[in-house]
């Protein structure tokens, strides 16, 4: 939530502001009773980013009124309810997938911790992160939650420049993200390793058909547009990975085809050559299996890390004075 703070507002808070802007996302982190029958209204094989951009947007009717977001207070009540809400609707979605009653948040857990409430109570046994897996997973949104003008970002402030409200402009950067190219790209590393390990083929099978070009497959989880090197974020998933799997004596088959394919692919010259090294994509997955989180949530769990960085776009492209509407 800090991180989230210092990213929307600029700098990062005092004792009061934080204590303050914690408050407003306790407040603001139980939907709409109503919202609760747009849930029905899906096809309980939803994708769950479908889910997520429809309530976004359906958001906007239940929280505030478009024009009192626009003063500080406002804005500061939206960004803390849009924060609190994604992880709700999130949580949300995926209970309505597996047909069990949404789990209420409560008011005395940490963001992380509240998550995982959501998502695993049920109304006869409350389900209690351990702190390991309430670490990983605010590591996991911490690692998320900006990164300069991405695809979801751009499209967030192209949305943002035409006057568009925070909703609408952050429900728009969900479908972006969404993208096999963009986050997608997370369930696609677990699915790829998947087929790897059931003995669909090997890792050196697998780089031999990605190098392949007329197969159209890539290496998902590597390759950047900015980054020509090892994507400082996938060195500290991988190392959180590796922890994360001691502390919890779990051993995942799939962290070790991770690793391999690595290798192979890093002392390929086709990857050397092309400068393609791991994304943020690469091992997050392997982390949020530990969690337990099903990997159709994968990339619902990117969009809920980067929701404070597309508020702070947003913010940025409506607070300046000079600006114009994209094309
Ligand atoms: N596997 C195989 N080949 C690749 C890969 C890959 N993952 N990524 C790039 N290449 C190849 C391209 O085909 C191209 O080859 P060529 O020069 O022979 O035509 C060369 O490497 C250069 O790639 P670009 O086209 O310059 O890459 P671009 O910057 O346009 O795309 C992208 C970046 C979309 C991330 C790409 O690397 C990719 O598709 N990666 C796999 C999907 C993925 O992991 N996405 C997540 C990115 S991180 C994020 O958005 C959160």
Request: aromatic share 10%.
């Amino acid at each position: 939530i800090e991180t989230a703070e210092l990213l929307i507002f600029g700098e990062l808070p005092d004792e009061e502001e934080r204590a303050e802007f914690r408050s407003l996302l306790t407040e603001n982190s139980a939907l709409h009773q109503d919202m609760g029958k747009h849930f029905d209204g899906f096809p309980t094989n939803a994708h769950p980013m479908s889910i997520l951009s429809a309530m976004i947007s359906a958001l906007q009717s239940h929280d505030l009124p478009e024009h009192q977001f626009t003063d500080a207070n406002g804005f500061r009540e939206a960004a803390a309810s849009l924060i609190a809400k994604t992880r709700t609707i999130a949580a949300a979605s995926y209970k309505s997938h597996v047909g069990q009653p949404i789990i209420y948040p409560r008011y005395d857990l940490n963001y992380a911790e509240n998550f995982l409430h959501m998502m695993f109570s049920v109304p006869y046994r409350d389900y209690e992160a351990t702190p390991e897996e309430a670490h990983a997973l605010n590591m996991f949104l911490v690692l998320h939650a900006d990164h300069e003008q991405n695809c979801s970002t751009s499209t967030v402030r192209m949305v943002a420049s035409s006057g568009a409200n925070l909703y609408a402009s952050v429900s728009a950067g969900v479908n972006a993200l969404w993208g096999p190219l963009h986050g997608g790209a997370n369930m696609q590393v677990i699915e790829m390793l998947e087929r790897i390990r059931q003995g669909a083929m090997t890792t050196r099978d697998y780089v031999a058909r990605v190098k392949d070009r007329k197969s159209g497959a890539k290496l998902m989880g590597f390759g950047h547009r900015v980054y020509r090197n090892f994507d400082p974020r996938a060195r500290i998933l991988k190392d959180a990975a590796d922890r994360l799997l001691d502390a919890m004596h779990i051993t995942d088959p799939l962290l070790d085809i991770a690793r391999e394919l690595e290798q192979v692919a890093l002392a390929d010259d086709y990857f050397v050559s092309r400068r393609l090294y791991p994304n943020v994509d690469f091992y997050s997955g392997i982390i949020l299996r530990a969690i337990g989180i099903p990997v159709d949530m994968f990339t619902v769990m990117f969009a809920i890390g980067r929701t404070p960085g597309w508020i702070a776009h947003w913010k940025e492209v409506t607070d300046n004075p000079r600006q114009r509407i994209y094309r």
